[in-house]
């Protein structure tokens, strides 16, 4: 079965905004199924524009920042 984004439900999300990247941490329920936590990171280019970017690793600052929003997310799980 191919993913349908109609059945993806977006139950929570927050974006953390610095200055040339952005986290977003969000809690989905497919086919309202299993919620599940997603962490996703997009980065500006030189354009102004925001692409998605692979979350790999994390600042000591994004961390702290990031790990309160986490928190707040395990609420809707």
Do not use: C
Not at 3 to 10: A, H, M
Not at 11 to 36: H, P, W
């Amino acid at each position: 079965m191919a993913f349908d984004k109609n059945l993806d439900k977006n139950l929570f999300s927050e974006t953390i905004n610095f200055e040339t990247t952005r986290i977003t941490v969000g809690v989905f329920s497919y086919n309202d199924g299993e919620k599940k936590l997603q962490i996703s990171r997009e980065n500006m280019n030189q354009n102004g524009e925001w692409s998605f970017a692979k979350l790999g690793r994390m600042f000591k600052d994004e961390a702290e920042k990031a790990i309160p929003v986490m928190q707040k997310a395990l609420e809707h799980m």
